[in-house]
């Protein structure tokens, strides 16, 4: 049984920093392409960030492009989002997401997995 447990979300001020971690497991992790999605109240889940099974190409929304860096640790079947310079309008629930292949995607119906989200609050 697959599982990803996001952890890190919470409430932070405008210009400050968070870390999102999603733990995995019961999926072959080195194989597996990463991504970050987020939903914010009334819109549609949106591509954050993504990584491949390697961890040598990240990808990033122009939205966070700058901002917001993903990064893994396959010997700890996890992956990372580290936040910075955060905005009110980056306030919403962070998803962790994997593929069954090693190439990424931005596309949330390219996603095989999901974890329950985590809360991040940015207040102005």
């Known amino acids: 049984q697959v599982q990803l447990v996001e952890s890190g979300g919470g409430l932070v001020q405008a210009g400050g920093s968070l870390r999102l971690s999603c733990a995995a497991s019961g999926l072959f992790f080195r194989r597996s392409a990463m991504g970050w999605f987020r939903q914010a109240p009334g819109k549609e889940r949106e591509f954050v960030a993504s990584?491949?099974?390697?961890?040598?190409?990240?990808y990033a929304a122009d939205s966070v492009k700058g901002r917001f860096t993903i990064s893994r640790d396959n010997a700890k079947n996890t992956v990372y989002l580290q936040m910075n310079s955060l905005k009110p309008e980056d306030t919403a629930v962070y998803y962790c997401?994997?593929?069954?292949?090693?190439?990424?995607?931005?596309?949330?119906?390219?996603?095989?997995?999901w974890g329950q989200g985590t809360q991040v609050t940015v207040s102005s």
């Open positions: 997401a994997a593929r069954i292949l090693a190439t990424t995607s931005v596309l949330v119906s390219e996603y095989d997995y």
């Open positions: 990584i491949t099974s390697s961890g040598v190409y990240a």
